[in-house]
């Protein structure tokens, strides 16, 4: 279920963004490629800052896909899980500059928040940014069973009646 909070940074996840020790902690930031595909970058603690409730500091590899999806779009989407939840930030972006550190520049942008989500379910506890363990597991696992025979049964994929001379993807 997912629930739309205010256009903050939400409390959790910025608690586990201000600690700089904790060396797992990841957050997945979300880009759209030129060809309007998702783009996926993996941000530790030590490149992304919360300024205050609503501002985000970001540093990204200066030739990286990611940083050219950001400043040709001035957008990207910040998403974790904290206890249980998966947060998603959406982030309008601005140039900051470059960053020089002891190994290498890195580029510096700064988002604001332009909507916050928290994303749970009801039949299922989050584990993890992937994984998650089912909280009724013969109930879901059916559900599961009956929703995948019906989507077989819908037929060939709608890819296969498409002329536009696009590939599906492999």
């Known amino acids: 279920m997912s629930t739309r909070l205010e256009p903050t940074v939400p409390p959790a996840l910025r608690e586990a963004l201000d600690r700089d020790d904790d060396v797992g902690f990841t957050v997945e930031l979300l880009t759209v490629t030129e060809e309007a595909f998702p783009h996926q970058a993996l941000l530790s603690v030590g490149e992304i ?3 205050d409730d609503e501002h985000v500091r970001l540093a990204t ?97 709608a890819w296969s009646t498409r002329t536009t001379g696009t590939r599906s993807p492999s």
């Open 61 to 157: 590899w200066p030739a990286s896909t990611t940083t050219r999806n950001m400043a040709r779009t001035g957008r990207c989407a910040l998403t974790a899980v904290v206890d249980g939840v998966a947060y998603t930030v959406l982030l309008a972006l601005v140039p900051h500059g470059e960053l020089t550190s002891s190994t290498s520049p890195l580029t510096v942008v700064d988002g604001r928040v332009v909507e916050s989500r928290a994303d749970t379910a009801p039949y299922a506890v989050l584990e993890s940014g992937i994984r998650f363990r089912l909280t009724d597991p013969d109930a879901v696992l059916d559900r599961w069973a009956t929703t995948r025979r019906l989507l077989r049964e819908l037929g060939p994929s």
């Open 49 to 51: 800052v919360v300024l």
